[in-house]
């Protein structure tokens, strides 16, 4: 692997924060502040098929982002906003989950943090205004305590009553607001796409929106838009203790942020297209320029967006520039370059060599989540024949991909169809009797299969740092 420097443009040297590889081009850090492995994978840009064979234009670009272990600068203390749904839809387990969340969340923060609560059913409720934790530790508690279900549904309400709280609070450190919610919107603004266009106002105030969709029953479209117009993340919760766990995950990214208003670039050469990946913050700039707002990062979150990627007909080859900014504590400014090149070769056997396999594994991943969803939607229609078909090819696809590559990323996905494919007879015609212990039997596999889906059908994939299965 060739080693070189990037043209690295720093306000200040010592504050040199990322690497960036680049096909096989890696790029150093200079001067070294972390380790050698920290600093080469903190942005990978891969091509599919660097070399294109006859016959052949298209290709796909994978950018994974993992932000390195860099500390941060001080320990200033945090802004948290908990969003709990209370509506009618949340009674029982659901809300008695959120309420556990919420109180170990509020145990695992510093004296210094400061907290807002907010509850909403028909309208928004400020329980807890922008309070120092040390302060009123035992109060917040007791409002918590104190959430009750009743009314309608309106998370909008909810939102903005936290969004204001945290756009003027006294902390001087990162703000996140955490909505925790079965997304069963019934009053207010219910269109995923404004509720998404709202978040991103937020998060131009530098705002992290993340959402916790709980219960079998939730809707995930209006809680995905969010947090991705909020640059946050999504989760779905199965059980109370990957509830709690999500929270104070959240908590703990908030107080480790180490780079904020992360953007990358990437700029391809006349002749090569890119379509518009699935993240909603990418746009294309006037000269063509795709752009990419990533918000804040803390050490080990990680980012994956497939770009769609085409060569124009006569044109030999190409070159993709990526460049990635950051600012660091102090508004200390990182920006690194690098390229990545593909081009046309007329030697299948060298093209087929150099195919990137780790590309291929990241675009079964995000199949095999598609494909769950669609069984799921056939197995609620009760078309079992349909959702048995679709996963037995789903199930081989990712088998041979696994014995032509080794890789062990395909494990999850291809045991959760495996599942699903064993519980289809829960689905089958039968004595309502028998249907129901069926689909109760079947009900837990569902849960987290759903969990696993909205997982890999998010740019923020892995940035839950732990094995959901230890939290059964």
């Not at 607001?177 to 266009?197: C, N, R």
């Not at 117009?229 to 703990?252: C, I, M, V």
């Not at 990627?309 to 690194?336: H, K, N, S, W, Y």
Request: charge should be neutral.
């Amino acid at each position: 692997m060739r080693r070189f420097i990037p043209r690295p443009t720093l306000q200040r040297p010592t504050a040199c924060a990322l690497g960036l590889t680049l096909c096989a081009l890696a790029v150093a850090i200079w001067p070294p502040r972390t380790s050698e492995a920290a600093a080469e994978h903190a942005l990978a840009l891969r091509i599919a098929t660097p070399l294109l064979p006859p016959g052949t234009d298209a290709t796909t670009v994978l950018l994974d982002v993992v932000a390195p272990d860099l500390p941060r600068d001080g320990d200033a203390p945090i802004a948290l906003a908990l969003v709990v749904d209370t509506s009618t839809s949340m009674a029982g387990n659901k809300l008695a989950n959120a309420r556990a969340a919420a109180r170990e969340t509020v145990s695992s923060m510093s004296a210094g943090d400061r907290l807002t609560l907010v509850a909403f059913d028909t309208e928004a409720r400020v329980l807890v205004a922008d309070a120092a934790v040390g302060e009123q530790r035992q109060a917040i508690m007791a409002a918590i305590d104190g959430l009750i279900s009743s009314g309608s549904t309106c998370i909008a309400c909810g939102l903005e009553r936290a969004w204001s709280q945290l756009a003027e609070t006294r902390a001087p450190g990162p703000r996140t607001a955490v909505l925790i919610s079965d997304g069963a919107i019934t009053v207010g603004v219910s269109d995923p796409e404004t509720l998404a266009t709202m978040a991103e106002g937020a998060a131009a105030s530098a705002v992290r929106t993340t959402a916790i969709g709980l219960g079998r029953d939730y809707e995930s479209a209006p809680l995905r838009a969010i947090a991705g117009g909020g640059l946050g993340a999504f989760y779905f919760a199965h059980n109370s203790k990957l509830l709690a766990h999500y929270a104070r995950h959240e908590l703990d990214l908030t107080r480790r942020a180490a780079l904020t208003d992360v953007r990358l670039t990437v700029r391809p050469s006349g002749g090569l297209h890119l379509a518009p990946p699935a993240m909603r913050s990418a746009r294309f700039a006037a000269d063509g320029a795709l752009r990419l707002d990533l918000g804040r990062m803390a050490p080990g979150e990680r980012r994956r967006v497939l770009i769609p990627a085409r060569l124009m007909p006569g044109v030999q080859g190409a070159r993709i520039e990526a460049r990635l900014d950051a600012t660091r504590a102090g508004d200390r400014q990182v920006v690194f370059e690098g390229a990545a090149g593909l081009e046309r070769t007329a030697d299948r056997r060298l093209a087929q060599q150099r195919r990137d396999p780790g590309v291929g594994v990241e675009q079964a991943s995000r199949r095999a989540a598609d494909t769950l969803e669609q069984a799921f939607a056939e197995l609620s229609r009760e078309e079992v024949a349909a959702a048995e078909r679709r996963l037995t090819a789903a199930i081989a696809e990712m088998k041979a991909l696994r014995e032509a590559t080794g890789t062990t990323e395909l494990d999850e996905p291809l045991a959760a169809a495996r599942a699903v494919l064993g519980d289809v007879d829960a689905y089958l015609p039968g004595s309502d009797a028998l249907i129901t212990a069926r689909r109760a039997n079947a009900g837990v596999q569902f849960e987290r299969t759903r969990g696993m889906v909205d997982d890999l059908n998010s740019v923020y994939r892995g940035s839950g740092l732990f094995d959901a299965r230890e939290l059964e």
